[in-house]
């Protein structure tokens, strides 16, 4: 049974920082790509970050690019999310997801999905 549970959300003022966490177990972590999504109130699930398998390869949003930053710890079974610069409208319920063997921007490419995190940026 694959379990993914993240850690890290809460309440930030704009231009702060947070670090989300998201702890894999039941599949080989190491052999599968990781994203986060995110999902604000009455609004669809977004792509936010992808990382491949190995870490070599990491697709952002544009959203994100040069504030956010995905990495990976196979030893660990852990993919991170380290937020920077922080906007209001980054907040949202952070969702981690674990897909297959290709790096993918797309919700319908992972199989797994976490409880999620809640971020909130106050102004």
């Known amino acids: 049974q694959v379990q993914l549970v993240e850690s890290g959300g809460g309440l930030v003022q704009a231009g702060g920082s947070l670090r989300l966490s998201c702890a894999a177990s039941?599949?080989?972590?190491?052999?599968?790509?990781m994203g986060w999504f995110r999902q604000a109130p009455g609004k669809e699930r977004k792509f936010v970050a992808a990382?491949?398998?190995?870490?070599?390869?990491?697709l952002y949003a544009d959203s994100v690019k040069g504030r956010f930053t995905i990495s990976r710890d196979n030893g660990k079974n852990t993919v991170y999310l380290q937020m920077n610069s922080l906007k209001p409208e980054d907040t949202a319920v952070y969702y981690c997801?674990?897909?297959?063997?290709?790096?993918?921007?797309?919700?319908?490419?992972?199989?797994?999905w976490g409880q999620g995190t809640q971020v909130t940026v106050s102004s």
């Open positions: 997801a674990s897909g297959g063997t290709t790096t993918s921007l797309r919700r319908y490419d992972y199989d797994y």
């Open positions: 039941g599949r080989t972590f190491s052999r599968y790509a």
């Open positions: 990382i491949s398998w190995s870490g070599g390869t990491r």
